[in-house]
């Protein structure tokens, strides 16, 4: 019976030795032109890098979240479940065969080691805000909004309450004033 088991545990790892699904990797160069990074897969043993590896991002039609990424940052290479080549290039074809390819991934970004922690500005809330939180914007669940930063750049036209606000001095405004 041990030779049996011994046997299947070798016929499954010869079947999935080539497969992958996920791991986590470390950002080697992202290029935000392309929104591409090239990776090094963790555990690093091997030292090989994936390259040229399109960044998932949160988009929807007209409308992205960007995060730009550095080197250093862990991230998740997705491994998909067929060729994408064709697909990534907007067409419903796959030209091979690949299933759970190296060359085949995306990349989902980033992750934060269990060892650090994160200083949210509030736990209950979306927030966007830079690592040292010096900036944030704050939506609440009540639809309260809270921006804040050591300084705020308007470009554009700005309004409070159908009134148009301008830069303290600045005197096109209609009358009403920053302090």
Same mark, same amino acid.
């Given at each position: 019976?041990?030779?049996?088991?011994?046997?299947?545990?070798?016929?499954?790892?010869?079947?999935?030795?080539?497969?992958?699904? &996920?791991?986590?990797?470390? $950002?080697?160069? =992202?290029?935000? #032109?392309?929104?591409?990074?090239?990776? +090094?897969?963790?555990? %690093?043993?091997?030292?090989?890098?994936?390259?040229?590896?399109?960044?998932?991002?949160?988009?929807?039609?007209?409308?992205?979240?960007?995060?730009?990424?550095? &080197?250093?940052?862990?991230? $998740?290479?997705? =491994?998909?479940? #067929?060729?994408?080549?064709?697909?990534? +290039?907007?067409?419903? %074809?796959?030209?091979?065969?690949?299933?759970?390819?190296?060359?085949?991934?995306?990349?989902?970004?980033?992750?934060?080691?269990?060892?650090?922690?994160?200083?949210?500005?509030?736990?209950?809330?979306?927030?966007?805000?830079?690592?040292?939180?010096?900036?944030?914007?704050?939506?609440?669940?009540?639809?309260?909004?809270?921006?804040?930063?050591?300084?705020?750049?308007?470009?554009?036209?700005?309004?409070?309450?159908?009134?148009?606000?301008?830069?303290?001095?600045?005197?096109?405004?209609?009358?009403?004033?920053?302090?």
């Amino acid at each position: 019976m041990e030779a049996a088991n011994q046997f299947l545990n070798d016929f499954a790892s010869g079947i999935t030795k080539g497969m992958h699904v &996920a791991k986590l990797a470390k $950002v080697v160069r =992202f290029d935000p #032109n392309t929104m591409a990074i090239d990776a +090094l897969p963790l555990p %690093s043993e091997d030292h090989a890098m994936v390259l040229n590896v399109p960044v998932a991002t949160v988009r929807s039609g007209d409308y992205i979240l960007y995060y730009p990424l550095k &080197a250093g940052d862990m991230v $998740v290479l997705l =491994f998909m479940d #067929n060729d994408t080549d064709n697909i990534l +290039l907007g067409e419903d %074809s796959a030209e091979t065969e690949r299933d759970h390819d190296v060359s085949d991934c995306v990349c989902i970004g980033g992750i934060t080691l269990l060892k650090d922690s994160i200083p949210v500005a509030e736990k209950d809330a979306l927030v966007v805000q830079n690592m040292g939180g010096t900036g944030k914007i704050i939506l609440r669940q009540d639809g309260k909004i809270k921006l804040e930063s050591p300084k705020i750049e308007l470009v554009g036209y700005a309004s409070y309450n159908g009134r148009e606000i301008a830069v303290k001095g600045d005197g096109t405004s209609d009358g009403a004033r920053i302090v």
